[in-house]
């Protein structure tokens, strides 16, 4: 062979071997994926994702007012129905709020705190179902705070839809089409809920 030709062969082997170390993983990843049960996780949630997503029902709940409570009078008004427009983070329990409901309504108010200039996106929401209300310790800890009457007969469908499962240490997070999304184990490390919840404002285009 002349020395053209050993140089055209050289190449040829050169080009070779470049074009396997391109092809070889994608042929691996192809395998991978097609030839076998292991999936690529598309992403980490920290909390439970709720799939697929469950409409709540469009219920008006009287609302509860904590400043009229905290002054000696249970007054409630009536209140359009909850969760359309705005992100939630909701609560639900009785309303005597025991330790757990304190546990669960502080990790919710920190959590909207931290989100910063996204915090107007989200509101917080306590569900009542029974016992309303601690009216002097949410008005005065828990300022902002949504509470809705929701023992009554025509919450029941709405209240079905929540997970009843460790309720007492759950915060639930809905979207703004009324579309219950998550739930979170206020156990659990706080900083999770609020990377979830600052993922999902990322991705919005509502709310």
């Known amino acids: 062979m002349n020395a053209a030709g050993q140089l055209r062969a050289r190449n040829l082997r050169t080009l070779g071997l470049l074009a396997g170390l391109f092809l070889l993983p994608l042929a691996l990843a ?7 049960s292991w999936r690529p996780l598309a992403h980490v949630n920290h909390g439970v994702l ?3 997503p469950r409409r709540l ?4 709940l009287p609302r509860v007012s904590l400043a009229e409570q905290l002054g000696g009078a249970a007054a409630a008004a009536p209140a359009a129905a909850p969760f359309h427009g705005q992100w939630s983070l909701v ?12 546990q669960g309504l502080y990790v919710m108010r920190q959590t909207r705190l931290a989100l910063n200039n996204d915090m107007t996106r989200v509101a917080r929401v306590f569900l009542v ?10 008005a005065r800890e828990h300022a902002g705070l949504t509470v809705l009457d929701a ?8 209240l079905g839809e929540f997970p009843a499962a460790a309720r ?5 997070i809905v979207d703004p089409l009324g579309n219950l999304m998550m739930s979170y184990d206020v156990r659990q490390d706080p ?8 993922k999902l404002l990322r991705l919005s285009h509502i709310g």
């Open 57 to 60: 029902p469009e219920v008006a």
């Open 91 to 102: 609560y639900v329990g009785a309303g005597g709020c025991d330790a757990a409901c304190r």
């Open 50 to 52: 709720i799939s697929p």
């Open 129 to 138: 179902t029974s016992g309303c209300c601690a009216g002097d310790f949410l």
């Open 30 to 36: 192809f395998f991978t994926y097609y030839g076998t």
């Open 151 to 158: 023992h009554g007969a025509d919450a029941a469908a709405l």
């Open 191 to 198: 900083h999770g809920l609020l990377e979830d919840l600052k």
């Open 168 to 172: 007492e240490h759950t915060l639930f």
